[in-house]
Each structure stands twice: as structure tokens, then as C-alpha cells.
């Protein structure tokens, strides 16, 4: 019996699965780490859908594929949820090392920050994040998609890279769910009873609200199904 959904992604997926779990929606997860997505491990493949260099990654995805019945992932018929395209804690640092910081427009610029540009922001992230636009994409043109942004994090540029992300996903024609309206408190912080104790990633109750949102307004459709 094939699942009700697809989970690809990062660290962020555990989550995901958790709230899955709790609200009884049976899915397979492919979860990999931000730095073998970073590293640009897992890319998409025409005839599999998605593959990688890493040995024990592709042992993975054949797993899911004799799960499947399919070996195009993207054309099981079954909906995916992806939490790809962003993996921050490796994007984000690196930028900021030299003072590097993106402001709104008109923000007063203290002296030991250097403001960047939209333009350039854009560029840096397409440098890092194109072929993860790519994968998501090509799974879109075969099935029912949906990209799901890490939880939100008052930390020194995230804000402003997640916003970048999320609008070139949609600028791509990509359905994307993005906590931060939904579940960030007043600091834009997702608040601590929602957080592990790392502090970076949601916990099994964050993955239950934000699968019954996704469900709530028709990013996922599960039939017959009261999220509780």
C-alpha cells in the first residue's frame, strides 16, 4: 500500500514526519543532512528523479523506490513535501563572516556592518541554491509539490535569506509553506515550547501544527481526513 506522502529534506524533516505521525498520515522520508545538501550531493535526475554521489544516500532512495513501486520518484503518485532549498546554517554564516548584512531599505547601517544588495543576495544564493530549484522543480512538472521553510530563527540575516528563498521558489512557480506568518512570536522567533532543545529545529508538536495548517489550506490534500 503506497503512503499518503513523500517527505525529502534535511534535518528539518524530522519534524515533519513527527506531526505525520500524530495526526496519522502514513509517508516515507528521505532525510539527508544540510551539508550534503549544501555540498551538492542530491541532485535531480531525469529517470529517477533525484540521485546522489553518496553511496549510503542512494541506498536510501533505492529503499524508497522499492517502497514506491516506481522508479521515478516523482511519478509514484504520491505527493511530495520537500524541506530543500534553504539549509541556512550552511548558507547563512559564511556570508556574514566579514560584516556582510542585509537591511531594509532606509535601515541605518552601524559602522561595523557592510550592507549588501538585493541583486547580490540574489546572486549568492543562486550560486549555492540552483540546483535544489531545479530538483523541486523538476518534481513539480510530474506531481503535487510543496516546499516547507525552516522554522524561523531571530538570528542576523536569516530573515532576509529565507525571504530571498521563498521568493525565487515562487517567482519558479513553487508552492511554498512558510512558518514565520503562521508560528513566529513577536522577536519573529519561532517560540520555545514549539523549539527542540538545540533551539534550531521545531519539535513533534511544531511538525503537528504545521502539518494540520498544510492540510487546513490545501497545500496537502488528504482525503476524508480531520486533522486534530
Known amino acids: 500500500m503506497k ?3 513523500l517527505i525529502i529534506g534535511d534535518s528539518h524533516s524530522a519534524a515533519l514526519r513527527a506531526g505525520c505521525d500524530q495526526l496519522r498520515i502514513a509517508c516515507l522520508m528521505a532525510s539527508f543532512s544540510g551539508a550534503v545538501w549544501h ?5 535531480y535526475h531525469d529517470e529517477l528523479g533525484i540521485t546522489s554521489s553518496r553511496k549510503w544516500a542512494s541506498s536510501l532512495l533505492d529503499d524508497i523506490r522499492t517502497k514506491l513501486g516506481a522508479r521515478h520518484l516523482a511519478r509514484a503518485g504520491v505527493p511530495v513535501l520537500f524541506s530543500v532549498g534553504f539549509h541556512l546554517g550552511r548558507l547563512v554564516p559564511g556570508f556574514g563572516w566579514n560584516g556582510h548584512r542585509v537591511f531594509r531599505s532606509g535601515a541605518e547601517v552601524p559602522g561595523d556592518r557592510m550592507a549588501v544588495s538585493s541583486g547580490l ?3 549568492y544564493i543562486s550560486e549555492f541554491r540552483s540546483s535544489h530549484f531545479e530538483l523541486i522543480e523538476g518534481f ?3 506531481t503535487a509539490v510543496t516546499v516547507v521553510a525552516p522554522p524561523p530563527l531571530n538570528r542576523e540575516n536569516y530573515a ?3 525571504d530571498a528563498i521563498v521568493e525565487e521558489m515562487e517567482r519558479r512557480k513553487l508552492r511554498v509553506f ?3 506568518g503562521h ?4 522577536s519573529g522567533a519561532l517560540p520555545e515550547e514549539l523549539l527542540e532543545a538545540d533551539q534550531v529545529h521545531g519539535n513533534a508538536e511544531y511538525g ?3 502539518m494540520k495548517k498544510l492540510i487546513e489550506e490545501s497545500f496537502l490534500q488528504m482525503d476524508n481526513r480531520a486533522p486534530a
Not at 555540498?39 to 541532485?43: E, F, K, Q, R
Open 140 to 142: 513539480a512538472r510530474d
Open 160 to 162: 532576509a535569506f529565507s
Open 3 to 5: 503512503p499518503d506522502l
Open 39 to 43: 555540498d551538492g550531493h542530491i541532485t
Open 121 to 123: 543576495l540574489r546572486d
Open 208 to 210: 503537528r501544527l504545521v
Open 183 to 186: 508560528f513566529a512570536d513577536e
Open 178 to 180: 512558510d512558518p514565520r
